[in-house]
Protein backbone atom coordinates (compact mmCIF):
# COMPACT_ATOMS: atom_id res chain seq x y z
CA UNK A 1 0.00 0.00 0.00
CA UNK A 2 1.38 3.48 -0.77
CA UNK A 3 1.56 6.38 1.56
CA UNK A 4 -1.09 7.83 0.12
CA UNK A 5 -3.11 4.82 0.24
CA UNK A 6 -2.72 4.34 3.43
CA UNK A 7 -3.10 8.49 3.94
CA UNK A 8 -6.61 7.99 2.61
CA UNK A 9 -7.35 4.49 4.90
CA UNK A 10 -6.54 6.95 8.15
CA UNK A 11 -9.51 9.42 7.17
CA UNK A 12 -12.60 7.10 7.64
CA UNK A 13 -15.52 9.13 6.45
CA UNK A 14 -13.77 12.42 5.78
CA UNK A 15 -15.23 12.78 1.78
CA UNK A 16 -12.09 12.73 -0.56
CA UNK A 17 -12.13 12.71 -4.23
CA UNK A 18 -9.07 10.97 -6.22
CA UNK A 19 -10.71 10.73 -9.80
CA UNK A 20 -7.67 12.17 -11.74
CA UNK A 21 -9.03 14.67 -13.69
CA UNK A 22 -11.19 16.52 -10.53
CA UNK A 23 -7.76 16.31 -8.84
CA UNK A 24 -6.25 18.13 -11.11
CA UNK A 25 -8.83 20.76 -11.54
CA UNK A 26 -8.33 21.29 -7.61
CA UNK A 27 -4.80 21.35 -8.04
CA UNK A 28 -4.89 24.82 -9.42
CA UNK A 29 -5.74 28.49 -9.04
CA UNK A 30 -4.73 31.29 -10.64
CA UNK A 31 -0.82 31.34 -11.14
CA UNK A 32 -1.25 31.21 -14.81
CA UNK A 33 -1.65 35.19 -14.54
CA UNK A 34 2.40 34.94 -14.82
CA UNK A 35 4.07 32.83 -17.90
CA UNK A 36 6.70 32.39 -15.67
CA UNK A 37 4.83 30.51 -12.51
CA UNK A 38 2.79 28.54 -15.59
CA UNK A 39 5.91 26.69 -16.76
CA UNK A 40 7.08 25.75 -13.10
CA UNK A 41 3.48 25.13 -11.63
CA UNK A 42 2.50 23.56 -14.96
CA UNK A 43 3.36 20.12 -13.97
CA UNK A 44 2.32 20.23 -10.38
CA UNK A 45 -0.78 17.97 -8.82
CA UNK A 46 -2.17 16.38 -5.65
CA UNK A 47 -2.62 12.98 -5.25
CA UNK A 48 -6.59 13.01 -3.93
CA UNK A 49 -8.31 16.17 -2.59
CA UNK A 50 -9.71 15.80 0.88
CA UNK A 51 -13.15 17.59 2.26
CA UNK A 52 -13.12 18.18 5.71
CA UNK A 53 -16.25 18.95 7.08
CA UNK A 54 -14.88 20.59 10.50
CA UNK A 55 -11.99 20.97 12.91
CA UNK A 56 -12.47 17.94 14.24
CA UNK A 57 -11.99 16.73 10.57
CA UNK A 58 -9.15 18.69 10.44
CA UNK A 59 -7.36 16.89 13.28
CA UNK A 60 -7.76 13.29 11.78
CA UNK A 61 -6.40 14.80 8.55
CA UNK A 62 -3.21 16.70 10.31
CA UNK A 63 -2.76 12.80 12.53
CA UNK A 64 -3.07 10.82 9.39
CA UNK A 65 -0.77 13.28 7.64
CA UNK A 66 1.92 13.16 10.02
CA UNK A 67 1.77 9.47 10.34
CA UNK A 68 2.42 8.85 7.19
CA UNK A 69 4.29 12.20 6.32
CA UNK A 70 1.97 13.40 3.08
CA UNK A 71 2.14 16.92 1.95
CA UNK A 72 -1.01 19.04 2.52
CA UNK A 73 -2.07 22.19 0.96
CA UNK A 74 -5.14 24.08 1.91
CA UNK A 75 -7.18 25.54 -0.70
CA UNK A 76 -10.29 28.18 -0.63
CA UNK A 77 -11.91 29.31 -3.54
CA UNK A 78 -8.94 28.90 -5.92
CA UNK A 79 -8.89 32.69 -7.01
CA UNK A 80 -4.98 33.16 -5.84
CA UNK A 81 -2.34 34.56 -8.29
CA UNK A 82 0.46 33.13 -7.19
CA UNK A 83 0.41 29.40 -6.96
CA UNK A 84 -0.68 29.69 -3.12
CA UNK A 85 -3.12 26.75 -4.02
CA UNK A 86 -1.25 24.89 -6.33
CA UNK A 87 0.93 21.56 -4.34
CA UNK A 88 3.90 21.49 -5.71
CA UNK A 89 5.13 17.87 -4.07
CA UNK A 90 1.95 16.09 -4.53
CA UNK A 91 0.56 14.88 -1.66
CA UNK A 92 -3.60 16.21 -0.38
CA UNK A 93 -5.16 19.63 -1.17
CA UNK A 94 -7.35 20.31 1.72
CA UNK A 95 -10.23 22.03 0.16
CA UNK A 96 -12.23 24.33 2.71
CA UNK A 97 -15.08 24.98 1.52
CA UNK A 98 -17.30 23.01 4.06
CA UNK A 99 -16.10 25.06 6.96
CA UNK A 100 -18.54 27.89 5.53
CA UNK A 101 -20.54 29.23 8.73
CA UNK A 102 -20.83 33.09 9.70
CA UNK A 103 -20.38 31.83 13.62
CA UNK A 104 -21.62 35.18 15.47
CA UNK A 105 -21.09 39.22 14.48
CA UNK A 106 -21.54 41.91 17.46
CA UNK A 107 -20.02 45.32 17.78
CA UNK A 108 -18.04 45.56 14.58
CA UNK A 109 -16.48 42.24 15.02
CA UNK A 110 -17.58 39.05 12.90
CA UNK A 111 -16.14 35.36 14.02
CA UNK A 112 -16.39 33.50 10.84
CA UNK A 113 -15.54 30.02 9.21
CA UNK A 114 -12.24 30.00 7.01
CA UNK A 115 -13.97 28.20 4.16
CA UNK A 116 -17.20 30.67 3.88
CA UNK A 117 -17.46 32.73 0.14
CA UNK A 118 -17.09 36.45 0.88
CA UNK A 119 -19.87 37.07 -0.83
CA UNK A 120 -22.11 34.57 1.31
CA UNK A 121 -20.46 36.10 4.49
CA UNK A 122 -21.27 39.63 2.79
CA UNK A 123 -25.06 38.71 2.61
CA UNK A 124 -25.08 37.04 5.82
CA UNK A 125 -23.74 40.11 7.61
CA UNK A 126 -25.76 42.22 5.80
CA UNK A 127 -28.81 40.44 7.46
CA UNK A 128 -27.63 41.90 10.79
CA UNK A 129 -26.74 45.37 9.74
CA UNK A 130 -23.00 44.86 8.97
CA UNK A 131 -20.92 43.98 5.96
CA UNK A 132 -17.10 43.07 5.46
CA UNK A 133 -14.94 45.47 5.36
CA UNK A 134 -12.58 44.57 2.54
CA UNK A 135 -12.58 41.92 -0.21
CA UNK A 136 -10.57 40.87 -2.72
CA UNK A 137 -12.30 41.64 -6.36
CA UNK A 138 -12.48 37.84 -6.77
CA UNK A 139 -15.09 37.96 -3.67
CA UNK A 140 -18.03 35.74 -5.46
CA UNK A 141 -15.73 33.01 -5.17
CA UNK A 142 -13.25 33.46 -2.59
CA UNK A 143 -13.10 32.79 0.83
CA UNK A 144 -12.44 34.41 3.70
CA UNK A 145 -9.70 32.30 4.75
CA UNK A 146 -8.02 32.21 1.50
CA UNK A 147 -7.93 36.04 1.38
CA UNK A 148 -6.96 36.05 4.55
CA UNK A 149 -3.83 33.31 4.26
CA UNK A 150 -2.80 34.32 0.28
CA UNK A 151 -4.08 38.31 -0.20
CA UNK A 152 -3.09 41.26 1.09
CA UNK A 153 -5.61 43.94 0.27
CA UNK A 154 -8.11 45.19 -1.78
CA UNK A 155 -12.28 46.44 -2.24
CA UNK A 156 -12.08 48.50 0.93
CA UNK A 157 -8.39 49.07 1.09
CA UNK A 158 -9.01 52.86 0.58
CA UNK A 159 -10.33 52.87 4.38
CA UNK A 160 -9.25 50.21 5.64
CA UNK A 161 -5.51 49.70 4.55
CA UNK A 162 -4.15 46.22 3.97
CA UNK A 163 -5.39 43.13 5.69
CA UNK A 164 -1.70 43.29 7.76
CA UNK A 165 -3.56 46.89 9.40
CA UNK A 166 -4.33 46.68 12.95
CA UNK A 167 -7.48 46.02 13.76
CA UNK A 168 -8.54 44.56 10.27
CA UNK A 169 -8.08 40.73 11.84
CA UNK A 170 -8.46 40.63 15.71
CA UNK A 171 -8.22 36.75 15.68
CA UNK A 172 -7.64 33.01 13.80
CA UNK A 173 -8.03 29.70 14.93
CA UNK A 174 -5.41 27.20 13.49
CA UNK A 175 -4.49 23.65 13.36
CA UNK A 176 -1.15 22.74 13.52
CA UNK A 177 1.00 19.81 12.52
CA UNK A 178 3.00 19.97 15.73
CA UNK A 179 4.16 16.70 17.62
CA UNK A 180 0.85 16.67 18.96
CA UNK A 181 -1.88 18.14 16.17
CA UNK A 182 -3.50 20.75 18.26
CA UNK A 183 -5.78 23.98 17.38
CA UNK A 184 -4.52 27.08 18.91
CA UNK A 185 -5.88 30.45 19.19
CA UNK A 186 -3.80 33.33 18.15
CA UNK A 187 -4.52 36.97 18.83
CA UNK A 188 -3.21 40.69 17.91
CA UNK A 189 0.38 40.74 16.95
CA UNK A 190 0.32 36.91 17.07
CA UNK A 191 -2.39 36.26 14.63
CA UNK A 192 -0.98 38.28 12.27
CA UNK A 193 2.42 37.03 11.80
CA UNK A 194 0.61 34.28 9.63
CA UNK A 195 -1.27 36.38 7.37
CA UNK A 196 -0.32 36.30 3.74
CA UNK A 197 1.81 33.01 4.50
CA UNK A 198 -0.02 30.57 2.39
CA UNK A 199 -1.02 28.15 4.77
CA UNK A 200 2.83 26.77 5.35
CA UNK A 201 2.46 27.78 9.26
CA UNK A 202 -0.69 26.41 10.13
CA UNK A 203 -4.63 26.01 9.07
CA UNK A 204 -6.66 28.37 9.61
CA UNK A 205 -10.19 27.24 10.77
CA UNK A 206 -12.07 30.15 12.28
CA UNK A 207 -11.36 34.10 11.95
CA UNK A 208 -12.57 37.30 14.02
CA UNK A 209 -12.62 40.45 11.60
CA UNK A 210 -13.17 44.05 11.99
CA UNK A 211 -16.74 44.35 10.06
CA UNK A 212 -18.51 47.66 9.20
CA UNK A 213 -22.01 48.66 8.66
CA UNK A 214 -23.78 48.03 6.03
CA UNK A 215 -23.94 50.86 3.27
CA UNK A 216 -25.54 51.28 -0.42
CA UNK A 217 -22.59 51.88 -2.38
CA UNK A 218 -22.91 52.97 -5.95
CA UNK A 219 -20.38 52.29 -8.50
CA UNK A 220 -19.04 54.91 -10.66
CA UNK A 221 -16.82 55.28 -13.41
CA UNK A 222 -15.52 58.73 -14.33
CA UNK A 223 -13.72 59.51 -17.96
CA UNK A 224 -11.03 61.65 -18.44
CA UNK A 225 -9.10 62.54 -21.77
CA UNK A 226 -5.73 61.96 -20.36
CA UNK A 227 -4.32 59.53 -17.81
CA UNK A 228 -2.90 62.52 -15.83
CA UNK A 229 -6.13 63.92 -15.07
CA UNK A 230 -7.78 61.25 -13.94
CA UNK A 231 -5.12 60.16 -11.47
CA UNK A 232 -5.36 63.80 -10.10
CA UNK A 233 -9.18 63.46 -9.76
CA UNK A 234 -8.66 59.59 -8.22
CA UNK A 235 -6.08 60.73 -5.30
CA UNK A 236 -8.38 63.84 -4.47
CA UNK A 237 -11.41 61.92 -4.13
CA UNK A 238 -9.54 59.35 -1.87
CA UNK A 239 -8.39 62.30 0.46
CA UNK A 240 -11.63 63.83 0.65
CA UNK A 241 -12.46 62.26 4.24
CA UNK A 242 -16.05 63.53 3.84
CA UNK A 243 -16.47 61.27 1.25
CA UNK A 244 -17.39 57.77 2.06
CA UNK A 245 -15.78 55.07 -0.17
CA UNK A 246 -14.68 51.63 -0.73
CA UNK A 247 -12.59 51.55 -3.81
CA UNK A 248 -10.70 54.48 -5.81
CA UNK A 249 -9.48 52.88 -8.82
CA UNK A 250 -7.44 54.59 -12.15
CA UNK A 251 -6.70 52.88 -15.73
CA UNK A 252 -4.94 54.38 -18.66
CA UNK A 253 -6.77 54.54 -22.23
CA UNK A 254 -5.49 51.32 -22.97
CA UNK A 255 -7.46 49.38 -20.74
CA UNK A 256 -11.62 50.26 -21.10
CA UNK A 257 -11.87 48.18 -24.55
CA UNK A 258 -10.84 45.45 -22.96
CA UNK A 259 -13.55 45.65 -20.48
CA UNK A 260 -16.97 44.10 -21.98
CA UNK A 261 -19.64 45.64 -19.72
CA UNK A 262 -18.11 48.95 -19.31
CA UNK A 263 -16.48 50.03 -23.01
CA UNK A 264 -19.26 51.16 -24.60
CA UNK A 265 -19.95 53.81 -21.83
CA UNK A 266 -15.83 54.89 -22.34
CA UNK A 267 -14.90 57.57 -25.12
CA UNK A 268 -12.41 55.80 -27.20
CA UNK A 269 -9.15 56.97 -25.53
CA UNK A 270 -10.49 58.00 -22.20
CA UNK A 271 -8.65 57.05 -19.14
CA UNK A 272 -11.20 55.84 -16.34
CA UNK A 273 -11.79 56.40 -12.97
CA UNK A 274 -13.71 53.23 -10.90
CA UNK A 275 -15.41 54.38 -7.87
CA UNK A 276 -17.46 52.91 -5.19
CA UNK A 277 -19.07 55.54 -3.39
CA UNK A 278 -22.00 55.91 -0.45
CA UNK A 279 -25.01 57.63 -0.97
CA UNK A 280 -24.54 60.76 0.83
CA UNK A 281 -20.97 61.35 -1.48
CA UNK A 282 -22.59 61.11 -4.75
CA UNK A 283 -23.54 64.19 -5.23
CA UNK A 284 -20.37 65.76 -4.25
CA UNK A 285 -18.27 63.25 -5.91
CA UNK A 286 -20.54 63.87 -9.29
CA UNK A 287 -19.58 68.05 -8.51
CA UNK A 288 -16.12 67.51 -8.04
CA UNK A 289 -15.76 64.99 -11.09
CA UNK A 290 -17.38 68.08 -13.43
CA UNK A 291 -14.92 70.65 -11.43
CA UNK A 292 -11.92 68.18 -12.68
CA UNK A 293 -12.94 68.46 -16.07
CA UNK A 294 -14.25 64.68 -16.15
CA UNK A 295 -17.88 63.27 -17.00
CA UNK A 296 -19.84 60.78 -15.31
CA UNK A 297 -20.01 58.11 -17.79
CA UNK A 298 -21.61 54.92 -15.38
CA UNK A 299 -23.54 54.82 -12.50
CA UNK A 300 -25.44 51.65 -10.87
CA UNK A 301 -26.24 50.23 -7.89
CA UNK A 302 -23.13 47.90 -6.76
CA UNK A 303 -25.04 45.03 -5.09
CA UNK A 304 -27.95 44.84 -7.31
CA UNK A 305 -24.52 43.89 -9.73
CA UNK A 306 -23.04 41.92 -7.63
CA UNK A 307 -26.56 39.84 -7.32
CA UNK A 308 -27.46 39.91 -11.03
CA UNK A 309 -26.27 36.73 -13.27
CA UNK A 310 -24.43 37.77 -15.99
CA UNK A 311 -23.99 41.55 -14.87
CA UNK A 312 -20.65 42.95 -13.37
CA UNK A 313 -20.35 44.91 -10.76
CA UNK A 314 -17.32 47.80 -11.18
CA UNK A 315 -15.00 45.96 -8.83
CA UNK A 316 -14.40 43.58 -10.88
CA UNK A 317 -12.66 45.74 -12.92
CA UNK A 318 -10.31 46.62 -10.62
CA UNK A 319 -7.15 45.15 -8.64
CA UNK A 320 -6.12 41.82 -9.85
CA UNK A 321 -9.78 41.52 -11.75
CA UNK A 322 -8.25 44.27 -14.54
CA UNK A 323 -5.59 41.61 -15.42
CA UNK A 324 -8.00 39.29 -15.66
CA UNK A 325 -9.95 41.10 -17.88
CA UNK A 326 -6.92 41.43 -20.74
CA UNK A 327 -6.09 37.84 -20.08
CA UNK A 328 -10.07 37.01 -21.20
CA UNK A 329 -8.82 38.68 -24.72
CA UNK A 330 -5.24 37.94 -24.93
CA UNK A 331 -2.76 35.90 -22.97
CA UNK A 332 0.01 37.61 -24.29
CA UNK A 333 0.10 40.18 -21.24
CA UNK A 334 0.74 39.98 -17.85
CA UNK A 335 1.27 42.45 -14.67
CA UNK A 336 3.29 43.72 -11.58
CA UNK A 337 2.44 44.84 -7.90
CA UNK A 338 3.79 48.06 -7.15
CA UNK A 339 3.70 49.90 -4.10
CA UNK A 340 4.41 53.80 -4.60
CA UNK A 341 5.73 56.25 -2.19
CA UNK A 342 3.22 58.58 -0.46
CA UNK A 343 5.76 61.33 -1.08
CA UNK A 344 5.44 62.80 -5.31
CA UNK A 345 3.30 59.70 -5.98
CA UNK A 346 1.80 60.76 -9.23
CA UNK A 347 5.32 62.10 -10.39
CA UNK A 348 6.80 58.89 -9.83
CA UNK A 349 3.69 57.09 -11.73
CA UNK A 350 4.29 59.77 -14.82
CA UNK A 351 7.78 58.69 -15.03
CA UNK A 352 7.32 55.32 -14.87
CA UNK A 353 4.41 55.75 -18.08
CA UNK A 354 7.65 57.73 -19.44
CA UNK A 355 9.76 54.47 -19.74
CA UNK A 356 7.31 52.10 -20.83
CA UNK A 357 4.93 54.08 -23.19
CA UNK A 358 4.56 50.58 -25.21
CA UNK A 359 4.73 47.65 -22.80
CA UNK A 360 2.67 49.14 -20.31
CA UNK A 361 -0.92 49.80 -19.18
CA UNK A 362 -1.19 51.64 -15.79
CA UNK A 363 -3.85 50.69 -13.35
CA UNK A 364 -3.73 51.97 -9.42
CA UNK A 365 -5.64 51.29 -6.71
CA UNK A 366 -5.37 54.34 -3.82
CA UNK A 367 -5.16 53.35 -0.16
CA UNK A 368 -3.72 54.82 3.43
CA UNK A 369 -0.15 54.03 3.84
CA UNK A 370 2.21 55.39 7.00
CA UNK A 371 -0.50 58.36 7.59
CA UNK A 372 -0.63 59.32 3.75
CA UNK A 373 -2.84 58.13 1.05
CA UNK A 374 -0.38 56.68 -1.54
CA UNK A 375 -1.08 53.71 -4.27
CA UNK A 376 -0.28 50.69 -5.42
CA UNK A 377 -0.45 49.68 -8.94
CA UNK A 378 -1.12 46.71 -10.77
CA UNK A 379 -0.01 47.77 -14.31
CA UNK A 380 -0.71 45.12 -16.81
CA UNK A 381 2.68 44.57 -19.59
CA UNK A 382 3.00 43.03 -22.55
CA UNK A 383 5.14 39.84 -21.97
CA UNK A 384 8.52 39.18 -24.41
CA UNK A 385 10.61 37.26 -21.90
CA UNK A 386 11.53 36.91 -18.57
CA UNK A 387 15.08 39.28 -19.15
CA UNK A 388 12.62 41.77 -20.07
CA UNK A 389 10.17 41.63 -17.80
CA UNK A 390 13.08 41.34 -14.63
CA UNK A 391 14.19 44.73 -16.43
CA UNK A 392 11.47 46.03 -16.17
CA UNK A 393 11.34 45.20 -12.31
CA UNK A 394 14.92 46.62 -12.20
CA UNK A 395 13.96 50.06 -13.63
CA UNK A 396 11.05 50.12 -10.96
CA UNK A 397 13.13 49.48 -7.77
CA UNK A 398 15.85 52.17 -9.18
CA UNK A 399 13.12 54.75 -9.10
CA UNK A 400 12.28 54.01 -5.88
CA UNK A 401 8.86 52.00 -6.59
CA UNK A 402 8.64 48.87 -4.37
CA UNK A 403 7.92 45.50 -6.46
CA UNK A 404 5.49 42.58 -5.06
CA UNK A 405 7.44 40.27 -7.12
CA UNK A 406 3.89 37.87 -8.71
CA UNK A 407 6.09 35.69 -10.74
CA UNK A 408 7.94 33.94 -8.14
CA UNK A 409 6.23 31.71 -5.84
CA UNK A 410 7.74 31.70 -2.28
CA UNK A 411 6.25 34.16 0.24
CA UNK A 412 8.97 36.19 0.88
CA UNK A 413 10.81 36.49 -2.65
CA UNK A 414 6.75 37.74 -3.36
CA UNK A 415 7.69 40.40 -1.01
CA UNK A 416 9.52 43.96 -0.48
CA UNK A 417 12.26 42.62 0.79
CA UNK A 418 13.09 39.15 -0.48
CA UNK A 419 15.54 37.61 2.16
CA UNK A 420 14.81 34.39 4.30
CA UNK A 421 13.22 35.55 7.80
CA UNK A 422 14.60 33.85 11.06
CA UNK A 423 11.03 34.84 12.42
CA UNK A 424 9.02 33.35 10.01
CA UNK A 425 11.43 30.01 10.09
CA UNK A 426 10.61 29.95 13.95
CA UNK A 427 6.88 29.86 12.88
CA UNK A 428 7.40 27.08 10.38
CA UNK A 429 9.68 24.83 12.74
CA UNK A 430 7.29 25.47 15.87
CA UNK A 431 3.68 24.78 14.04
CA UNK A 432 4.75 22.18 11.28
CA UNK A 433 7.93 20.88 12.54
CA UNK A 434 7.81 18.01 9.89
CA UNK A 435 7.41 20.54 6.93
CA UNK A 436 4.27 18.57 5.60
CA UNK A 437 2.40 22.46 4.99
CA UNK A 438 1.95 24.04 1.32
CA UNK A 439 5.84 22.85 1.08
CA UNK A 440 8.23 24.63 -1.90
CA UNK A 441 6.23 28.12 -0.68
CA UNK A 442 8.47 29.70 2.59
CA UNK A 443 12.02 30.37 1.16
CA UNK A 444 12.88 30.81 5.04
CA UNK A 445 11.83 27.14 5.68
CA UNK A 446 14.83 26.09 2.64
CA UNK A 447 17.07 25.35 5.05
CA UNK A 448 15.23 23.37 7.73
CA UNK A 449 15.50 20.04 8.23
CA UNK A 450 11.95 17.85 9.07
CA UNK A 451 11.74 17.00 12.73
CA UNK A 452 9.38 14.37 14.25
Not at 12 to 32: E, H, N
Not at 96 to 120: F, H, I, P, S, Y
Not at 158 to 163: A, F, P, S
Not at 371 to 390: K, Q
Request: aromatic share 8%; proline share 5%; with cysteine.
Amino acid sequence: MSSIETFLSLLGDIPVQTVPALVKRKSRDFYWYSPILKRQLDSCFADCIVMPRNEEDLLKIASAARETKTRLTPRGGGTGNYGQAVPMEGGAVIEMTELNKLLWVKDGVARVQAGMNMLDLDRALQEQGWEVRMYPSTKRTATIGGFIAGGSGGIGSVRWGGLSSPGNVLALRLMTLGKEPEVVELRGEDARSVLHTYGTTGLITELEIGVEPVVNWQDMAVSFASFEEAAVFARDIALQSGIQKKLVSVVDGDLPPFFASLREHVPEGYSLVILMIAPAGIETVKLLATKAGGKLCYEANTRDMENTSGATPLYELTWNHTTLQVLKKDRGYTYLQCGYPADGTLDKVAEIRALFPDELMMHLEFFPMGGHVSCAALPVIRFTDEDRLNHIIAEHEKRGVNIANPHVVTIEEGGMHRVASPDLAAIKTRYDPMLLLNPGKMFSARTLEPQD
